[in-house]
């Protein structure tokens, strides 16, 4: 008699890998979608040709800077001031590239590019969590991609979405706060410990001190400041 | 003008932010103390990314029981770190925002 075995496939292969990493995106989508639509609409509606608001979000594929550019543009605001507006709006991008940098530098120069392209604020902080609770397990990278692509992918097809609907979603239905929820849901699987607790805190408060600065300044601001005082907090209980 | 060269350009810069950390600390080992500040930089970055959307409301500070997001954002924090899944939180975030406004007329 042949006995078989079923082979359940372990979470280590790349497919895995990449299949958990979209599989776990996938709630976060709903967050992500509305805010390709109003893109979308916001860009036809000052002006941008279709093709062109298409183009934004392949080529630059970052949210708020999108959105920032867009009223720019739909202002007359000059070229120069749009592109030092884009750079400032994703400074923070830069703590993202540090923070996951340690865990990619064994990938090949190829995979480094295609990361950081889709490393957008959801995707690092899906990516982050991931390599933070699975320490030493091969391939998360793949994970990292599969989040990236979910992402992508639903940030290009809700940008036609909303290019070609054309209509604003009615401003009763609050949908923009899908998007803060997400985050919190991000939240609280990165408090770890006190100092964690501390970082978060200072960051939330500077951060709303600070609303009143342009361009996401205030987040940097806080992000910073979140950090120091989580910083300040370890070298006090050593 | 044509908006060409300033998307090419904007996206350019943007994929350059995100690529920098990656590239330049490819090869080093990173001081503790660094790995320790960037291991704060997610707990960081999302409370400072989601408290003004839930204490802001209109260009102002609103740390009130009339402000709907806060007391959704609140509920779906609670949901977050009882059951640790990103839908529940979601849905019942939304749904206490559409209630509250819905109470609210």
Known sequence: ?238 | MSLWPVVIAAGALTFLIRLSFIALLANREMPPVVQRALGLVPPAVLTAIVFPELLVLNGQIAATLDNHRLIAGVLAMMVAWRFKKIMPTIVVGMVALWLLQWLDR
């Open chain 1, 1 to 238: 008699m042949v006995v078989r075995y079923s082979v359940t496939q372990p979470l280590t292969t790349a497919r895995a890998q990449f299949f958990s990493g979209l599989k776990d995106t996938s709630p976060l989508l709903v967050g992500a979608a509305p805010f390709g639509i109003i893109y979308g609409v916001l860009a036809i509606a000052v002006g941008i040709p279709q093709v062109m608001a298409q183009a934004i979000s392949l080529i630059v594929f970052a949210g708020s800077a999108q959105f920032v550019a867009t009223q720019l543009i739909g202002a007359g605001a000059s070229g120069l001031v749009i592109i030092l507006t884009t750079f400032i709006v994703n400074l923070r991008h830069a703590l993202y590239s540090a923070s996951i940098a340690p865990y990619v530098r064994e990938l090949p120069r190829t995979w480094k590019w295609v990361l950081s392209y889709l490393l957008t604020d959801e995707a690092y902080a899906i990516a982050i969590a991931h390599y933070r609770d699975n320490a030493g397990e091969p391939n998360r990278h793949w994970y990292f991609l599969g989040a990236g692509i979910a992402l992508w992918g639903t940030w290009q097809a809700s940008t036609a979405v909303g290019i070609f609907l054309g209509t604003e979603i009615p401003h009763e239905w609050s949908l923009d706060f899908t998007l803060a929820l997400t985050f919190i849901a991000l939240l609280v699987p990165v408090l770890r410990n006190r100092t964690d607790v501390i970082a978060a805190l200072v960051g939330g408060f500077v951060a709303v001190a600070a609303f009143g600065l342009p361009y996401k300044l205030g987040l940097i601001l806080a992000a910073l400041c979140g950090i120091g005082a989580g910083l300040l907090a370890w070298r006090l209980r050593k």
